[in-house]
């Protein structure tokens, strides 16, 4: 069997900047890349509702705009599986046997569940759904034998749970679930985007995020609007560039062909950098405004952003067919899903409609039981 990729997202709205670099262009790349088997992309729906149960319609009305995220950026669905996890509730069913194999404190170890619940100001009123998404998670990854996950790397305590998981089923029950490993983007960078006011992470929770769908205008507003470094208040100033989440983002976009395009002098052909090294350097001895770092950025996100806006406009045109894309994707789904959990409850012995030695042998037991009772009878 060759390698299983299984990836995806909740659908608590757009898509933005830090999925396209921390794991859709990655999920492209491995799509066309011809080396895996099979590539399952999860729209985790179910999850959503874990911390929205309120607002239902949030989740569904993003369900469509994850989709057309996904497809706009190259997720090609005839290379891919995109799913709904509501669609195949044999997650649901993998999901209540694996939770007889963690321990609620260590759930609340979980380092992503921690920083998560902190970020949704839950506190002490946590929904117990959102509490088991790392099992939930496990559910999905070995549903589908997957042995590759493709991450960011705050997800990482994620997987490690799930491995986790892994490990006591096939030590307790025999060698079922496939164990699986992360695979981290290339580009440090990429890891983790930081938001454009400068938090450590960008989040569509808290709101300062740059998403898939902006307009031209509304990137243009975020990026001149971004924090930088505090510090650098004129011009002249020596500034960072370590941990400004300007040149985090230029770090993680621009190429080469965005400084022969955009620092190019178009009388004598001279670049006025030649890459973004030449650039942070400029910045860090001074002489480079905050103004000029931001309308390159603008640039390339411009220059990046320009054909996933075409491709979704495209696609806004054909609504009802991105539905039956994931109506066949979770079909098929589910048919994968519901022979693994067949699998996992022929493991831990809940099989009874294939389990004939028990039935058999409760046969036996009664028919046993029943002579000795007729016999006595007849004693008497």
């Known amino acids: 069997m060759g390698h299983i990729i299984l990836t995806g997202d909740r ?55 994850v989709a057309l995220d996904y497809l706009s950026c190259g997720i090609d669905p005839s290379k891919s599986t995109i799913f709904l996890q509501s669609e195949v509730p044999e997650l649901s069913d993998l999901t209540f046997y694996y939770m007889n194999l963690v321990t609620l404190a260590r759930l609340q170890r979980n380092p992503t569940v921690k920083q998560e619940i902190v ?11 959102f509490m088991t998404y790392p099992i939930s998670q496990a559910a999905d ?73 902006d307009s031209p205008e509304e990137v243009t507003r975020k990026v001149m609007s971004m924090y930088t470094d505090p510090n650098h208040l004129k011009v002249d100033d020596p500034g960072k560039t370590e941990g400004n989440p300007v040149f985090v983002y230029l770090d993680a976009f621009c190429k080469q062909k965005h ?20 650039l942070k350097a400029h910045y860090e001895r001074g002489g480079l405004g905050d103004m000029k770092i931001k309308k390159f950025l603008n640039y390339v996100l411009q220059d990046t952003l320009t054909p996933i806006r075409a491709k979704r406009r495209e696609l806004e045109n054909h609504i009802s067919e991105v ?12 048919k994968v899903a519901s022979e693994t959990l067949a699998r996992v409850k022929q493991a831990i012995g809940l099989n009874y409609r294939t389990d004939f030695e028990l039935i058999n042998s409760q046969v036996e037991k009664y028919n046993e039981l029943h002579e000795m009772s007729e016999k006595k009878t007849k004693s008497r």
Do not use: W
């Not at 262009?25 to 929205?52: C, H, K, M, P, W």
């Not at 970020?119 to 759904?129: D, H, K, L, M, T």
């Open 259 to 278: 400084f022969e395009q955009y620092f190019k002098n178009s009388q004598t052909g001279e670049l006025e950098y030649n890459d973004l090294d030449e």
């Open 323 to 334: 539905y039956q894309i994931l109506f066949n994707g979770s079909d098929k789904a589910r």
């Open 11 to 65: 659908p608590t709205g757009r898509l933005h900047l830090g999925h396209l670099v921390g794991s859709i262009s990655q999920r492209v790349e491995l799509q066309n890349s011809g080396e895996y088997e099979q590539i399952f992309i999860e729209i985790a729906d179910a999850q959503a509702t874990t911390d929205n149960s309120g607002n239902i319609q949030k989740v569904k009305d993003n369900v469509i705009e």
């Open 141 to 213: 990854i070995t549903a589908f034998n997957a042995d590759i996950v493709p991450v960011g790397d705050d997800q990482l305590p994620m997987i490690e749970q799930t491995r986790e998981i892994v490990r006591t089923f096939n030590r307790l029950y025999g060698e079922t679930l496939v164990l699986p490993q992360a695979v981290l983007p290339k580009n440090e960078s990429c890891q983790r985007l930081p938001g454009t006011d400068g938090q450590a992470k960008m989040s569509k929770s808290i709101g300062n995020c740059i998403y898939l769908a």
């Open 119 to 129: 970020y949704r100001g839950f506190e002490s009123s946590i929904p117990v759904g």
